[in-house]
């Protein structure tokens, strides 16, 4: 598709349960970001993949947050027995390149809404 | 990254302009000034950059100050679809671009 593809759109799930959340970049965009947003607040930064270095996992909240990018392309954010708190939407975007040209555009998903009851 | 403070809410009459500022006092002299919109339910997307001198593309206009301590984002004529939450966000070339909590655009018919 033409733009940052995220699944499931929705996903409801019990406490204590493992969700997997699936990002597909741009076609070409070598950085891949994950943020979370909370129901009425900003975004939180989580992940960042740039090419083949190494991740910059510095947001994620807990141990329980993972991800990983495969091939440089699909990335999957993997969130281990789910705590209420863990319910927001979670956004992938990428851009071309890595944005320290302070110029470069990210293009952002429409997002996957997790629910943790 | 610089701090940014923006207007929680504002409101506008359809077809008209709407100036949204945001002020980034502590900005440096290398940070770029990005406008992104979030519409309800989506995802962010990019509106407008720049650094020192005004920019104007097909979807707004930025005016940023002599000093470039603050910034104004400039839409021309609102419409309804115009309606979301505005983020500034000064960055300085990291990916960690912090969004902040915007200013929400109600725009009446």
């Known amino acids: 598709g033409a733009g940052v593809s995220q699944s499931p759109s929705n996903k409801v799930t019990e406490k204590g349960k493992d969700v997997e959340l699936r990002c597909d970049p741009i076609?070409?965009?070598?950085?891949l970001y994950w943020y979370r947003q909370s129901l009425g607040q900003g975004l939180e930064f989580l992940i960042y993949?740039?090419?083949?270095?190494?991740?910059?996992k510095s947001g994620l909240p807990s141990d329980r947050f993972s991800a990983e990018r495969t091939g440089g392309s699909v990335s999957t954010l993997t969130i281990q027995r789910t705590q209420q708190e863990d319910s927001a939407v979670y956004l992938c975007?990428?851009?071309?390149?890595?944005?320290?040209?302070?110029?470069?555009?990210?293009?952002f998903g429409e997002g996957s809404w997790l629910t943790v009851v | 990254d610089a701090k940014t403070t923006q207007p929680n809410s504002m409101e506008s009459n359809e077809e008209e302009p709407v100036h949204l500022p945001c002020n980034h006092s502590?900005?440096?002299?290398?940070?770029?000034i990005h406008w992104y919109r979030q519409l309800p339910s989506q995802g962010p997307e990019y509106v407008i950059h720049?650094?020192?001198s005004n920019v104007n593309n097909r979807m707004a206009s930025l005016a940023i100050a002599e000093d470039r301590k603050s910034s104004t984002l400039i839409l021309h004529r609102a419409t309804l679809r115009d309606a979301a939450v505005y983020y500034c966000?000064?960055?300085?070339?990291?990916?960690?671009?912090?969004f902040g909590t915007g200013t929400r655009l109600k725009v009446l018919a």
């Open positions: 975007a990428s851009s071309p390149v890595g944005t320290r040209s302070s110029g470069n555009t990210i293009y």
């Open positions: 076609s070409g965009h070598t950085a």
């Open positions: 993949f740039q090419g083949n270095s190494a991740p910059d």
């Open positions: 502590t900005i440096s002299g290398t940070d770029y």
């Open positions: 720049g650094l020192t």
């Open positions: 966000i000064p960055n300085s070339g990291t990916y960690k671009y912090i």
